[in-house]
């Protein structure tokens, strides 16, 4: 090397550690950051090429095609990928987990592959207006997908990845979890009792000029009330023989649940469908019935099918048996019964997530974004990340920012993909690095 030559490697590097000071980052960290604007059309390509892949869940081939793809990506990153299938009768797809030993901190990430479009949906396409893209599942969860690969990749170009294990969660059935829960979820279970570590990368959350980290999610279930009146001629409603029919009694025990079960913060609950009269038919899968009765009869059967949203195990135990207590108070002649279907349990928050969520900010703060408060756990849905949460501290929303998920109008801000790994990278090497 040349004395000239040395003399420029040393500016450069000089100058290299004077912007990284400067901008809060590390010079790896930099390095990273500096990768990864280099590479966003990269990853922006590898975006369009999943999105362009229809793969709703009930679509198991187009499920398993994504899944192809992201496991090249694993693959060439020197991860150990593993196709899980899931029983037949379960109709889903399954899941692809990627898999690299190490020496520190664990770190297990989660994505989906599947979306709410199926095959004979009208929004298939990737659809890209400038820094905006459109497309389904480009915010839901096939941009977060791409983060997880991309900082991986990050990682990977400064050496850091060597050191780290980790573990790549792609399920298949995010968006209508297959059952029982047991089986569909036994491999991404597993991999949370083995984490130090579980970030989830669905979409990040900005709004009031700030961004927000997510440190807890609140749980899904569903509930199915079905009622029992005695049918007979409407003239002797509410006589000693006959009592008030199934409809009245339904509308008791809803009003009851509005005006007794309610009212715990981040509890809530919601009546979706309602079916009342002679002869009713509901099907749970399809959320669809039928109904017959006549004014001038007293109507037989009512059922009710709803969902439940609480914040902690404990939390939803509490609503199951107030709801159930509801219906012990009922209307002569009528019987009820409640039945509950839990799909997603609680995130609740705790201090080792709160832990994460301090490195998330300064994350945030030293890419000149800002600190990112926890967010409101009312302003988000269930995701798999809350399966893990009760054996590791967990962070979720580790996306990019987009809008509209599940809906036609579904976007990306493709100028947040970039942000998003850089995040992603630089809160798992500090991470990984820290005592």
Not at 195 to 222: C, K, M, N, P
């Amino acid at each position: 090397m040349t004395a000239r030559t040395f003399c420029l490697a040393l500016a450069a590097g000089l100058l290299l550690a004077g912007q990284a000071a400067a901008n809060g980052l590390s010079e790896d960290e930099q390095r990273m950051a500096d990768w990864i604007d280099a590479h966003a059309e990269d990853a922006i390509s590898l975006l369009e090429e999943t999105v362009n892949i229809s793969s709703g869940t009930m679509n198991p081939y187009g499920v398993r095609e994504v899944g192809n793809v992201m496991r090249r990506e694993l693959d060439a990153l020197g991860l150990e990928t593993e196709w899980i299938e899931m029983p037949p009768e379960m109709n889903r797809a399954g899941h692809l987990f990627g898999r690299k030993g190490g020496e520190g901190k664990k770190f297990l990430l989660i994505g989906h592959l599947d979306t709410v479009f199926e095959a004979d949906d009208d929004f298939q396409a990737f659809v890209r207006d400038g820094d905006q893209a459109t497309g389904p599942g480009v915010d839901d969860m096939k941009g977060g997908n791409v983060v997880i690969v991309y900082a991986l990749k990050a990682l990977a170009e400064i050496g850091a990845l060597d050191d780290i294990p980790v573990v790549v969660a792609y399920t298949g059935d995010e968006e209508k979890t297959g059952s029982p829960l047991a089986v569909a979820r036994h491999d991404l279970i597993e991999a949370g009792k083995w984490a130090d570590i579980a970030l989830g990368f669905e979409g990040a959350v900005h709004y009031d000029g700030q961004d927000w980290g997510t440190t807890a999610r609140r749980s899904a279930s569903s509930w199915i009330l079905e009622v029992e009146g005695k049918q007979a001629h409407s003239s002797g409603i509410f006589n000693e023989n006959v009592g008030a029919g199934a409809i009245f009694e339904a509308s008791r025990i809803l009003n009851a649940f509005y005006d007794e079960v309610r009212g715990e913060e981040y509890l809530t609950f919601n009546a979706g469908t309602i079916q009342g009269g002679t002869d009713v038919t509901y099907d749970d899968q399809q959320n669809r019935g039928t109904t017959f009765g006549k004014t001038n009869v007293v109507p037989r059967k009512v059922i009710v099918h709803g969902g439940l949203r609480t914040i902690s195990v404990e939390q939803l135990a509490r609503a199951k048996a107030n709801m159930q207590a509801v219906l012990e108070q009922g209307h002569p002649h009528t019987a009820a019964t409640i039945r509950f279907r839990d799909s997603y349990p609680p995130m609740k928050p705790t201090a080792g997530n709160e832990q994460l969520r301090i490195v998330l900010s300064d994350v945030n703060e030293a890419l000149g974004r800002g600190p990112m408060p926890a967010l409101d756990p009312s302003r988000r849905g269930a995701a798999d990340v809350s399966f893990v949460a009760g054996y590791t501290d967990a962070l979720a929303g580790l996306g990019a920012l987009g809008k509209g998920a599940h809906s036609p109008n579904e976007s990306l801000d493709l100028t947040s993909l970039p942000l998003a790994i850089k995040r992603a990278a630089i809160l798992i090497y500090r991470l990984s690095n820290e005592q």
